[in-house]
Nanobody, 124 residues
Framework: QVQLVESGGGLVQAGGSLRLSCAAS????????MGWFRQAPGKEREFVAG????????IYADSVKGRFTISRDNAKNTVYLQMNSLKPGDTAVYYC?????????????????WGQGTQVAVSS
């Protein structure tokens, strides 16, 4: 089993920055990938960013490209999401998830393990 714990959420003004962390423990997949998703009230959970553990390649949703950066620290089994130039539309609960896919993927069904989420609120 894999345990994922997100942290770093909070309230920030538009234009500000936050860094989310996701620490993985238990059975980890060195050959897999991790992703960040978000879910705003009344909306579907959507893909934000993904990274391959071994290769380090990344993918992003168009809505966050150029503003968000995903990175990983393999020694700490931790993935980060640096969020800059935040907008009110970024307000959501942010979840990290683990996939067994070698390369980062966008589809929710590719991720069998999920964290509990961390709230991000951006005020205008």
């Amino acid at each position: 089993q894999v345990q994922l714990v997100e942290s770093g959420g909070g309230l920030v003004q538009a234009g500000g920055s936050l860094r989310l962390s996701c620490a993985a423990s238990g059975r980890t997949f060195s050959g897999g990938s991790m992703g960040w998703f978000r879910q705003a009230p009344g909306k579907e959970r959507e893909f934000v960013a993904g990274i391959s553990w071994s290769v380090g390649s990344t993918i992003y949703a168009d809505s966050v490209k150029g503003r968000f950066t995903i990175s990983r620290d393999n020694a700490k089994n931790t993935v980060y999401l640096q969020m800059n130039s935040l907008k009110p539309g970024d307000t959501a609960v942010y979840y990290c998830a683990v996939s067994t896919s070698l390369m980062a993927v966008r589809a929710k069904y590719e991720y069998p393990y999920w964290g509990q989420g961390t709230q991000v609120a951006v005020s205008s």
